[in-house]
T-cell receptor, first 113, second 118 residues
Framework: GDSVTQMEGPVTLSEEAFLTINCTYT??????LFWYVQYPGEGLQLLLK?????DKGSNKGFEATYRKETTSFHLEKGSVQVSDSAVYFCALSGDNYGQNFVFGPGTRLSVLP | GAVVSQHPSRVICKSGTSVKIECRSLDFQATTMFWYRQFPKQSLMLMAT?????????EQGVEKDKFLINHASLTLSTLTVTSAHPEDSSFYICSASLGLGGYQETQYFGPGTRLLVL
């Protein structure tokens, strides 16, 4: 079945550091790919998404490119802030009706001032 | 747009009582709603998928008599934890999508409900 793998956390960075959180997936067909962010004590918020190969999703300084050849959707940000501290989930939605979301395990990011 | 709310945000109850959690799509009609459970420091676990006007589809291992789901309208789904026990304590999150689920649909998540059963 479909699956999503993320880099193990926690990731601890200093403010203004460069962020990469790796995400790779296994899926048949052409899934859509998503990054969700969960701040402490809250639900998930959609951060960005990409629906086809070579699409780049971007939002709030974060970006990720749908790479079908490497089945990856790595999340990057050039300069992180303390307020970016959260858990980041990579997810995919398959291209068949009735397929559910598949979430990665989440990567906890802590940004220190 | 695409805002999903949950109520209550936090609930504490005694063992043996039932708790109802509401999930509403505020600015769109949600054909499909999903209920997830999240344990501390873990990913989300899908419990069930519900389409308006039909019975929910439960994931393997989820007791449908324990977790009652009602999707009465295109903007409201409820999850009732019946005869709650301490092991039911968790963070429950709902999400909603415009379509039938899957097929590259975006899911929009509620803020979650933290349940503590004493």
């Amino acid at each position: 079945g479909d699956s999503v793998t993320q880099m193990e956390g926690p990731v601890t960075l200093s403010e203004e550091a460069f962020l990469t959180i790796n995400c790779t997936y296994t899926a048949t067909g052409y899934p859509s790919l998503f990054w969700y962010v969960q701040y402490p004590g809250e639900g998930l918020q959609l951060l960005l998404k990409a629906t086809k190969a070579d699409d780049k999703g971007s939002n709030k300084g974060f970006e990720a490119t749908y790479r079908k050849e490497t089945t990856s959707f790595h999340l990057e940000k050039g300069s992180v802030q303390v307020s970016d501290s959260a858990v980041y989930f990579c997810a995919l939605s398959g291209d068949n009706y009735g397929q559910n979301f598949v979430f990665g395990p989440g990567t906890r990011l802590s940004v220190l001032p | 747009g695409a805002v999903v709310s949950q109520h209550p945000s936090r609930v504490i109850c005694k063992s043996g009582t039932s708790v109802k959690i509401e999930c509403r799509s505020l600015d769109f009609q949600a054909t499909t709603m999903f209920w997830y459970r999240q344990f501390p420091k873990q990913s989300l676990m899908l419990m069930a998928t519900s389409n308006e006007g039909s019975k929910a589809t439960y994931e393997q291992g989820v007791e449908k008599d324990k977790f009652l789901i009602n999707h009465a309208s295109l903007t409201l789904s409820t999850l009732t934890v019946t005869s709650a026990h301490p092991e039911d304590s968790s963070f429950y999150i709902c999400s909603a999508s415009l379509g039938l689920g899957g097929y590259q649909e975006t899911q929009y998540f509620g803020p979650g409900t933290r349940l503590l059963v004493l």
